[in-house]
């Protein structure tokens, strides 16, 4: 069975408290199976948590995880390390081989990626040549991935489901 997993490098808890819960909820929405967070934030990982649990599905998050040790132990096991940058790749030309891959890490910075990560990456990929975001290259990346399936997907255990609605706010129950 495919997984597909999210490791947030560079996560300064002061910071990036923001960006990072909006990491997580993007590679949630977009169809990651989880995200392993490389700094010690309990909030950050308590707050998605909290949204898994009212919104359903199993995404699970991890901090206080060591970024090599994940990203050696995924390779060691068989995976493949996909680091998006926007000095990789162009998706466009990659993501076919990718999608062919049965366990993908995908592995997003902050202000400042260790050199060793590129070449520890199977594959580094940019999702254009130009800078934009860590949440918007989840979102686009995992998108092309599913080719637009996760966008259908159900989340099952939920508390809360949105009814989808052309004039309204309608949520069940
Ligand atoms: N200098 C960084 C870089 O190498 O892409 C930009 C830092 S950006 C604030 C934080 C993260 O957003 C990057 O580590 C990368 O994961 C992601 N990102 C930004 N622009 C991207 C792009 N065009 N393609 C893929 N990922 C991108």
């Known amino acids: 069975m495919k997984r597909v997993c999210i490791l947030r490098l560079g996560h300064r808890p002061f910071r990036d408290k923001r960006v990072t819960t909006h990491v997580g909820l993007a590679a949630r929405a977009f169809g990651a199976d989880g995200m392993y967070l490389a ?27 060591s970024w090599k040790t994940c990203v050696r132990s995924w390779k060691e096991r068989g995976g493949t390390v996909v680091h998006l940058t926007m000095y990789g790749l162009p998706l466009g030309k990659v993501i076919g081989e990718i999608r062919g891959k049965e366990q993908i890490l995908v592995v997003v910075g902050a202000e400042k990626v260790p050199g060793e990560m590129y070449g520890l990456a199977d594959y580094n990929v940019s999702v254009t040549s130009q800078p934009h975001s860590e949440v918007s290259g989840t979102a686009v990346f995992l998108d092309h991935l599913f080719e637009g399936a996760e966008l259908d997907r159900t989340y099952p255990d939920a508390e809360l489901r949105i009814e989808p609605s052309r004039d309204g706010k309608r949520t069940v129950p």
């Not at 700094?39 to 206080?64: H, K």
């Open 39 to 65: 700094a010690d934030d309990p909030g950050v990982a308590g707050s998605l948590r909290d949204v898994t649990a009212r919104w359903g599905g199993d995404f699970f998050v991890e901090d206080g995880i």
